[in-house]
């Protein structure tokens, strides 16, 4: 059964504002799913090639019914990137299971994260909270969208016959931002990668287990960001 897309009249006509002036994909494009500015009925998004994103998802269950009265507002915010914050500032609160706090949940997701990465695209940072992750990836030639649902459902088959439960692991929707420019790149990693020290798990963004953070030499260069400055020095030679 087809699933039906929720009316949103306001994000509608964001949607359609952005189209409007922003890229517009080719032919070739499109076949491979690129979409442009779209909606799901929940949150804008943005798909194109050949740029870099800050991805947010989030568990099924961050979001309590039984405290609906706490949250609901929250959607109903006008400005979207004070409707994030306030969104991002709530999931610290660490609400729901927090299935991601158990060490083979994190580390099945974070093994999911990364099997094709180098390969279908390349991240600039990451970071696995107790019930949502951030990602800041490049887009490559594979859609964001494509990208969201393959690592969401993997790990979701993956992580609920490891844990024995049943049921929807993710929230269907996500959140993305698109990179502008090197100063926002600088800010999202570093927003991504401080998050378990801003929730106050750990004093240090490197003691989190399951981050970006841990494997930056004293260069804040990742290991494949080592291998390309190295590949280019003997290049160079």
């Known amino acids: 059964m087809r699933r039906l897309i929720p009316k949103n009249l ?3 006509k964001l949607i359609r504002r952005k189209r409007e002036s922003y890229w517009k994909p080719t032919v070739e494009q ?3 799913g690129f979409r442009r500015w779209h909606q799901r009925g929940y949150l804008p998004h943005f798909d194109a090639p050949h740029v870099t994103q800050m991805v947010t998802f989030m568990l099924a269950d961050s979001f309590p019914v039984t405290r609906r009265a706490e949250w609901a507002p929250i959607l109903r915010e006008p400005d979207d990137s004070l409707k994030r914050r306030k969104l991002e500032e709530w999931l610290d609160r660490g609400h729901g299971h927090c299935w991601l706090r158990r060490e083979k949940a994190a580390r099945l997701a974070e093994e999911v994260l990364l099997e094709k990465n180098g390969r279908e695209f390349q991240f600039q940072a990451w970071v696995i909270m107790p019930n949502h992750v951030h ?7 594979v859609p964001l969208t494509k990208l969201v649902g393959s690592w969401k459902g993997k790990s979701s088959r993956i992580i609920n016959l490891a844990l024995n439960r049943q049921g929807s692991l993710w929230q269907e929707d996500y959140f993305d931002t698109v990179v502008r420019d090197e100063a926002h790149l600088k800010k999202a990693v570093r927003y991504t990668e401080v998050n378990p020290a801003k929730a106050c ?3 240090n963004p490197r003691d989190w287990r399951w981050s970006s953070a841990r494997m930056r030499d004293e260069f804040e260069r990742l290991p494949w960001q080592r291998q390309h400055a190295s590949e280019r020095g003997v290049h160079a030679a």
């Open 10 to 12: 306001h994000l509608l």
């Open 30 to 32: 499109s076949r491979k």
């Open 135 to 141: 990602l800041v990836v490049d887009v490559w030639d």
């Open 201 to 203: 798990f750990v004093k």
